[in-house]
T-cell receptor, first 115, second 115 residues
Framework: AQTVTQSQPEMSVQEAETVTLSCTYD???????LFWYKQPPSRQMILVIR??????QNATENRFSVNFQKAAKSFSLKISDSQLGDAAMYFC????????????FGTGTSLTVIP | DAGVTQSPTHLIKTRGQHVTLRCSPI?????VSWYQQVLGQGPQFIFQ???????GRGNFPDRFSARQFPNYSSELNVNALLLGDSALYLC??????????????FGQGTRLTVV
């Protein structure tokens, strides 16, 4: 089974600064999808960004970008110009192409944004 | 448009009891998945249903069961509740069976406390 590891239980960043959240995964598949989800105190998981493994180009969504290193099985999230609303739990998730909506999640990183 | 809705939002049950959690997917979405999120952990996959058929099952005991109705809403049932079943139960929907890079849209969850 695939495993997802987030080695940073907590991170903090000054408002307007940049922070990087780490994620590694283990898989024997060559094709798969990776996601970062945000979970604020409201509990609802919100998609931040996604990456297809067959794409070499790193995904970007406004202030959010990823550093996808397929050989190293690494998928980090960079948040630029951090805002107070970015404070939340961030989960890295893996999905195989053939298992429907079965996501494997990491244990999460709690991000604090300091004003 | 309404997002994924779950009911109830909070629930307290006694050990040994039975519980039913409900989920209504986004209109037009045919796939529903269930996740258990224990405090301090990432969500763990329980079930996926697509077009009213079970398409995947996580490593959970037979006390856990689910079904999907003709209108694509879903129920998660847990029998003989244990203290360890206390968790946030998340429902996620997607328009298809989770092919491609389709994201899953999550509800706000049901917080189940077993006493």
């Amino acid at each position: 089974a695939q495993t997802v590891t987030q080695s940073q239980p907590e991170m903090s960043v000054q408002e307007a600064e940049t922070v990087t959240l780490s994620c590694t995964y283990d898989t024997s598949e060559s094709d798969y999808y990776l996601f970062w989800y945000k979970q604020p105190p409201s509990r609802q998981m919100i998609l931040v960004i996604r990456q297809e493994a067959y794409k070499q180009q790193n995904a970007t969504e406004n202030r959010f970008s990823v550093n996808f290193q397929k050989a190293a099985k690494s998928f980090s999230l960079k948040i630029s110009d951090s805002q107070l609303g970015d404070a939340a739990m961030y989960f890295c998730a893996y999905r195989s192409p053939n298992t429907g909506n079965q996501f494997y999640f990491g244990t999460g990183t709690s991000l604090t944004v300091i004003p | 448009d309404a997002g994924v809705t779950q009911s109830p939002t909070h629930l307290i049950k006694t050990r040994g009891q039975h519980v039913t959690l409900r989920c209504s997917p986004i209109s037009g979405h045919k796939s529903v998945s269930w996740y258990q999120q224990v405090l301090g952990q990432g969500p763990q996959f329980i079930f996926q249903y697509y077009e009213k058929e079970e398409r995947g099952r996580g490593n959970f005991p037979d006390r856990f069961s689910a079904r999907q109705f003709p209108n694509y809403s879903s129920e998660l049932n847990v029998n003989a509740l244990l203290l360890g079943d206390s968790a946030l139960y998340l429902c996620a929907s997607s328009p298809r069976g989770g092919t491609g890079n389709t994201e899953a849209f999550f509800g706000q969850g049901t917080r189940l406390t077993v006493v």
